[in-house]
């Protein structure tokens, strides 16, 4: 029972932001029951929260190591992976995590980012179709999917997935920042402008959005602006 009173109190820790005291936690039900692979997986977690990427993999590498089975153990490990840009590991990992548990929307959305990240742009189409069909309400699926889009230069099927993400999350200011970029992609500049003010709303610090605003009314003449 304490161990997993342990994990409760962790959770709720990482929930609220309180990373160090959830590592303390963590440490403590690990304590009680050091070949848990669940508890590894968590303090790993909890330590990419950190940014503390070596002994968030060291975590992570203990946990598969205890259960060679646990799909969302190789999932985690490969986010460290991509966030050190080794994309061809991190894909082992998510492919990996999919063998074990082909249900698992996260991993194939990750899969998803970095087979974008290695321009095989079709793959990344593929995995974020099952994402969404599998998970339709996952908003980050429609929004990688509208970016994949966009990069291929299909602006309508990438402004309908934009406008699905929108209905699932409307105060996402990076939502209507891409979906800005789009219309003017259109031609549309008063529909840019309309969804660049939007995200400003939303992220009033939002340097991208300020200077695509800006360089859309000086392409108008509106210099003052």
Known sequence: LFPYTTLFRSVQSTRAGNYDQAVANFNLAL???PRSAKFLNNRGFVYAAKHAFEAALADFEAAILLDPAFAGAYNNRGLIFMARHEYERARCDFARALELDPAM???HLNGAFVAAALGHYDAALEHLDLAIARDPALANAWHNRGFVY???GEFERALADYDRELSLRPNHAAGWYDR???ELCLGNTAGA???LDRALEIKPDMADAWYLRGDIHRGRGN???
Do not use: D
Request: hydrophobic share 55%.
């Open 31 to 33: 304590q009680l029951e």
């Open 180 to 182: 800005g970029f789009v």
């Open 193 to 195: 402008l309309a969804n």
């Open 150 to 152: 966009t990069a291929l």
């Open 223 to 225: 210099r003052a602006q």
């Open 105 to 107: 929307p996260l991993a």
